[in-house]
């Protein structure tokens, strides 16, 4: 995922600098011949560490590194009910630049759980329609997308995830 802001014109990232600069997890076996510029790779065999793992002051370190005037703040799920999410959620986005939210890609999209984690830029909320616009880096099946608010809860919960407050500095 590659965030463009107004403020943000002097680095030029793609998606894989992005993931080198944090490192990717990777399954053993995995055919990484598309991935040969990346440096920061491991080979892990559980499942819920593919990926990049963010950690602590990840983000925060990485716009001071390269001069983005943004902060992060990241909310884990379990400071949540589900009856107030929706209402929350609104209010984070109301007042935030971006909203990242970590999930279980399965639990969102198929209703079960995998374990596999992903994430999506949230866009807009609507409480009355209980349906969150988010949008989806992909790879597979890029793009916007409407999901149920509950939905995604579950999903977040299910990774034991959260939301990344992104808000200028």
């Given at each position: 995922m590659v965030i463009k802001n107004e403020s943000v014109t002097h680095v030029n990232l793609n998606q894989l600098q992005i993931a080198d600069h944090f490192g990717v997890n990777l399954?053993?076996?995995?055919?990484?011949?598309?991935?040969?510029?990346?440096?920061?790779?491991?080979?892990?065999?559980?499942?819920?560490?593919?990926?990049?793992?963010?950690?602590?002051?990840?983000?925060?370190?990485?716009?001071?590194?390269?001069?983005?005037?943004?902060?992060?703040?990241?909310?884990?799920?379990?400071?949540?009910?589900?009856?107030?999410?929706?209402?929350?959620?609104?209010?984070?986005?109301?007042?935030?630049?971006?909203?990242?939210c970590g999930y279980d890609y399965s639990m969102l999209y198929d209703g079960e759980k995998s374990g596999v984690g992903h994430v999506s830029l949230i866009l807009q909320n609507d409480t009355i329609n209980e349906t969150t616009t988010i949008y989806d880096p992909g790879p597979a099946s890029s793009g916007y997308k409407n999901v149920n608010t509950l939905d995604l809860y579950k999903a977040i919960k299910a990774k034991k995830d959260g939301l990344w407050i992104i808000s200028k500095s």
């Open positions: 399954p053993k076996g995995f055919d990484d011949s598309s991935l040969a510029l990346l440096k920061k790779v491991e080979y892990v065999d559980d499942a819920e560490k593919y990926g990049i793992i963010i950690k602590d002051e990840m983000i925060n370190q990485f716009f001071a590194e390269f001069k983005i005037n943004l902060v992060e703040k990241y909310v884990n799920i379990e400071k949540f009910s589900d009856w107030e999410f929706d209402t929350i959620l609104s209010d984070f986005i109301e007042k935030a630049e971006y909203i990242i």
